[in-house]
């Protein structure tokens, strides 16, 4: 799905303060004939919440108690969702009970040496972390996790204080390091230890820390309170969102924001009522928020927006942080999240502009030798880079390329907001046999671009490069960018 900026762009042309709330236009977005019926509209909102792999059983337990557990045990569970305790495939040393918060069961009697085992498909691979939900009225213990056998290779230990009852639940969370594996049917060992009865656990999930510097989809939230609905979204081929949202409802995301400079934020939202505020809160619920922002009604729940805030507390944020947000000050529903996404601020076009400091793309960032920075690579046919860029008062209408190619080249095509957005500028670079034709050999390309002369403020461009004069299977490399009056 690509995002768009219509607003974004509008607001930015007329010079407005970047500070206020902007959406984009609402025409453009959903399609009437893409629209589900009016009767639809509400389904998120007024249907009984799906059961999510977070949300908490509300029916009552379908099983009885007696019956054995092993037969309802999946043989292979998904690393994706929340993983029960009991529905270990091989233990020793353990006993179950019913659990004190949910309809589940939890692992009770527990001392050192004992151990579960879980099968689990770690699909694509990529997880980092492990929550762990779990209760002691003692000082607790650890947990060891290892690799096919309870002596096994160590993945990760996690420390489990105690938290002042056996009905007292909290959620910790661990690094597990050593988890580079991938694929289906994972053996993965969970061994106690510590003094005397350690601790009851109930539910465990494995989660992939996300970059902070990419679209990161509400619905993949690490912990949700229950309540929170995934649904299909009205807002593009296989999209998904939360909603049953309401007031004092929460997600939690895991990202990582390397070091840190992010200032705004991007909400993708739609609402049938009159929204609600949002909230960022870092490490923990009880925090101060570093951004409250409202999110005001779209018109329809199929009316999707893209809203741009400015979070100049977030600037200086840095590394793996627990992302919180927050939905407050609504009516009875507030809104339906797709995604989200924190921006680095807008590069000043006054100087001169990094190939490789785009916002998101489809090439790489790569060492080019020339001058100790990077360049972009991998430009083959239909990639793109996009920028966010501040043409300040404007009138820019020169523009120069340091670029290398020893192949024919190809076009460099601006397109404002998406890549499917209106062409403002198109310039060619380049051919085999300018600059000595090897990719380590950069020289200046210079153009004329008058239509560039009227952009103003802050602007997202999307750089498509395409149209090689040969069909080459890559076009050039880029440096930078010069834009001059
Ligand atoms: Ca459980
Ligand atoms: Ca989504
Ligand atoms: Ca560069």
Known sequence: MRRRFLCYMLVAALSLSFAACTKEGQNADVPATEAPAPTEAPKTQEETPAPTPTEEPKAEPTAAPTEAPAETKPEVQDAAGRIEFENFTES???????????DTEVLAGLNTSGYTAYNIDLGDGGYEQIAVRYASDTAGGKIEIRYTAPDGDLVGTIELPGTGGWDKYQTVTADIPNLKDFGRKKLLYFVFSGDGYL????WFQLFKVADGSGQ??????????????????SDGEGAQNIGGIKNDYWTLYKLNFGEGGFEQIAVRASSATAGGSFEIRLGSLDNAPVGKFN????????NWDTYYFDVPEFKEISGVQDVYMVYNDGGDWLYNLNWFRFYKAALDVSKRVEAEDFIESTVVSEPCGADGTNNIGGVTPGTYAAYQLDFGEGGYNKLKVRASSPMSGGEIIMHKDSLDGEVVCKVAIGNKDVYGGDWSNYGDWDFETPELAALTGKQILFFEFNNSPENSSHLFNINWYEFTK
């Open 92 to 102: 020793d040393k353990v006993g179950t009970e019913g659990s004190k918060e949910d």
């Open 216 to 233: 990161v989809e509400f619905e993949n939230y690490v912990e949700a309170i229950p309540g929170i609905v995934i649904d299909n979204a």
């Open 199 to 202: 601790y009851n656990l109930n």
């Open 295 to 302: 999110l005001p009604g779209t018109g329809d729940w199929n």
